[in-house]
């Protein structure tokens, strides 16, 4: 049974680089499209960008020039780093797999940007 | 790039009841060469990752039970649960998939 976990630091200073990385385990990342979907507190839901395992990337505009999510096929991971942090970057951060709709998703993890 | 918006943003309904939830997309997500919609319904109850209910408008994923459905084309979409359960207390999003991916802004679902 595949699963994703997210992992990277918890509190980001602003102007700095939010760093996650997304494990996938029980199966391989070879195939399918991987996503970022990221979540503020009390909000909905805004999608970040998605990923081929062969390294093709597609961004939501409104973050293309912050964003890029890369591949790790080796480790069965890929990644996300997002530039120049404000407050409003905080937000639970998920990771899916993404074969068209959003089959199976990480648990999120919560990234606060605060000095 | 395509817009979802969703109505109501709330709604209560009693035990029992059916609870309808419409999604409209700002352009028609129908792919004319397969006939499908890239449409997809989640729901997410607090504290919880989203859970994909439906995708292609209509279809259920596995172990969702029956009482969810979707349908509609095009641009106009509707989730109905036929009998609202105590557990389906949650907040409920479309998620259009034939350009990128974008989410309606959510529809909160409560007990009358």
């Known amino acids: 049974q595949v699963q994703l976990q997210e992992s990277g630091p918890g509190l980001v200073k602003p102007s700095e680089t939010l760093s996650l990385t997304c494990t996938v385990s029980?199966?391989?990342?070879?195939?399918?499209?991987w996503s970022w979907i990221r979540q503020p507190p009390g909000k909905g839901l805004e999608w970040i960008g998605y990923?081929?395992?062969?390294?093709?990337?597609n961004y939501n505009p409104s973050l293309k020039s912050r964003v890029t999510i890369s591949v790790d096929t080796s480790k069965n991971q890929f990644s996300l780093k997002m530039t120049s942090v404000t407050a409003a970057d905080t937000a639970v951060y998920y990771c899916?797999?993404?074969?068209?709709?959003?089959?199976?998703w990480g648990q999120g993890t919560m990234v606060t940007v605060s000095s | 790039d395509i817009a979802m918006t969703q109505s109501p943003d709330s709604l209560a309904v009693s035990l029992g009841e059916r609870a309808t939830i419409n999604c409209k997309s700002s352009?028609?997500?129908?792919?004319?060469?397969?006939?499908?919609?890239?449409l997809a319904w989640y729901q997410q109850k607090p504290g919880q990752p989203p859970k994909l209910l439906i995708y292609?408008?209509?279809t259920r994923e596995s172990g969702v039970p029956d009482r969810f459905s979707g349908s509609g084309s095009g641009t106009d979409f509707t989730l109905t649960i036929s009998s609202l359960q105590a557990e389906d207390v949650a907040v409920y999003y479309c998620?259009?998939?034939?350009?990128?991916?974008?989410f309606g802004q959510g529809t909160k679902v409560e007990i009358k």
């Open positions: 029980g199966g391989s990342i070879s195939s399918y499209y």
């Open positions: 990923i081929y395992y062969s390294g093709s990337t």
């Open positions: 899916a797999r993404d074969p068209n709709a959003l089959d199976i």
């Open positions: 352009q028609s997500v129908l792919y004319s060469s397969n006939k499908k919609n890239y």
């Open positions: 998620q259009q998939y034939y350009s990128t991916r974008t």
């Open positions: 292609w408008a209509s």
